[in-house]
């Protein structure tokens, strides 16, 4: 099926600083989602992009949809405590439109 | 949103002992849904596809005969790990797909198995 890479694996930051997390893909993609698990949680869903070059913003987070629509990425601006968690990155493939996900990249914000 | 419930929310149990757990759409009907494993740090892996009324479909790797799964209703999914090892100790984490979305998969609270 489709594969994804996702980096960074882990990212701490101190609070307020930004992060941003990248997914790439070696193929087109029809569209890309992303998640976030916070520990011990399930993972909840974010966004979904569809259109190339898409931009879709969400308070603090910013979602990026590449031109050739091979790669994503997640921004969060000043970032708080309560973004922490996995985010990650999801692709369909398979006849059964089945997601599969990126490493995800772990989010620790440091007080 | 749709919601989906898992049950148990956790479980621990002896090695060899046969393990189920349930996954429900509680308040739409799900077609199709998928159970995830994910280990401690690491990223969710799709297990099998399950379709209401069907077979379901297992990922490579993944025993269809340790796994069994089950997709009696449009709102029920079974899960069963029989004869469970230790290396069996993991997160599984159902979903499941409505009809009409195709690309929109609500994810359950997920079930935390332990296997002494």
């Known amino acids: 099926g489709q594969q994804v890479m996702q980096i960074p694996q882990y990212q701490h930051v101190q609070e307020g600083e930004d992060f941003t997390t990248y997914c790439n893909s070696s193929?087109?993609?029809?569209?890309i989602q992303w998640y976030k698990q916070r520990p011990g949680g399930h993972p909840v869903f974010l966004i979904q992009l569809v259109k190339s070059g898409e931009v879709k913003k969400q308070k603090r987070l910013t979602f990026q949809f590449g031109e050739a629509k091979k790669n994503s990425s997640l921004h969060i601006t000043a970032t708080q405590t309560t973004d922490v968690g996995t985010y990650f990155c999801?692709?369909?493939?398979?006849?059964?439109?089945?997601?599969?996900f990126g490493s995800g990249t772990q989010l620790t914000v440091l007080p | 949103g749709a919601v989906v419930s898992q049950h148990p929310s956790w479980v621990i149990c002896k090695s060899g002992t046969s393990v189920k757990i349930e996954c429900r759409s509680l308040?739409?009907?799900?077609?199709?849904m998928f159970w995830y494993r994910q280990f401690p740090k690491q990223s969710l892996m799709l297990m099998a596809t399950?379709?209401?009324?069907?077979?379901?479909?297992?990922e490579q790797g993944v025993e269809k005969d340790k796994f069994l799964i089950n997709h009696a209703s449009l709102t029920l999914s079974t899960l069963t790990v029989t004869s469970a090892h230790p290396e069996d100790s993991s997160f599984y984490i159902c979903?499941?797909?409505?009809?009409?979305?195709?690309?929109?998969?609500?994810f359950g609270p997920g079930t935390r198995l332990t296997v002494l």
């Open positions: 308040d739409f009907q799900a077609t199709t």
């Open positions: 979903s499941a797909r409505t009809s009409g979305g195709v690309d929109t998969q609500y």
């Open positions: 399950s379709n209401e009324g069907s077979k379901a479909t297992y």
């Open positions: 193929t087109t993609l029809s569209n």
């Open positions: 999801a692709v369909f493939s398979g006849s059964a439109r089945q997601l599969t």
